[in-house]
């Protein structure tokens, strides 16, 4: 189960329970964590502000989650990026970066990740998708893709819809149970 962030009532209701919980740190907090002498603007400072974060998960044999969104990367990109690299379906190799190769954005944005910790002194830390999705309405481009199944099984942690979640329409759209009526 994963959890945005500390919550008591939460914490003390699975204690005991054998769940395996994931817990995140809010934003607010991260400059606290990593330290209070740092300068968030300038995008230099975001590996100082990392390093800190990156040795802990290092030394702690612990994993960094990262939510890879193709359709955020796609959306704010669409003249120069093909959609068939978003969406998993090019045919071949749509970028090539000195010897490595994508076919899709989402491989593309996943060792940007590694590259990034790579760079702070974390190479043996091991990253975990923990989101990743495309909404299903909201945006014209949302509306028309359709999915594929695959051939296997794909470990996945289900999103609910969010329909109150402030900011673009499409926020509120990234769960598979779009149309399902949850009744608690």
């Not at 395996?20 to 100082?48: F, H």
């Not at 379906?89 to 940007?112: C, E, I, K, M, Q």
């Not at 673009?168 to 009526?181: N, R, V």
Request: negative net charge.
């Amino acid at each position: 189960m994963r959890l945005y962030e500390p919550d008591g009532a939460t914490l003390q209701a699975l204690k005991g329970s054998n769940i395996e919980v994931m817990l995140g740190v809010p934003n607010r907090d991260l400059q606290r964590i990593a330290g209070d002498d740092l300068d968030l603007t300038p995008a230099a400072e975001y590996l100082k502000y990392m390093r800190p974060i990156i040795g802990f998960l290092a030394e702690n044999g612990s994993p960094l989650c990262a939510n890879i969104y193709p359709y955020l990367s796609n959306h704010d990109n669409q003249n120069s990026m093909r959609l068939d690299y978003a969406l998993f379906t090019a045919p071949r190799t749509v970028v090539n970066d000195g010897r490595f190769r994508y076919h899709n954005l989402f491989d593309a944005l996943l060792d940007s990740f590694y590259a990034a910790v790579e760079k702070v002194g974390g190479s043996s830390v091991r990253i975990v998708v923990s989101e990743t999705g495309w909404p299903s309405a909201g945006d014209p481009v949302a509306e028309d893709c359709c999915t594929r199944n695959p051939n296997g099984p794909i470990e996945t942690y289900i999103k609910l819809d969010e329909n109150t979640k402030p900011g673009a329409e499409t926020q509120g759209h990234f769960g598979p149970l779009a149309k399902c009526q949850i009744n608690t």
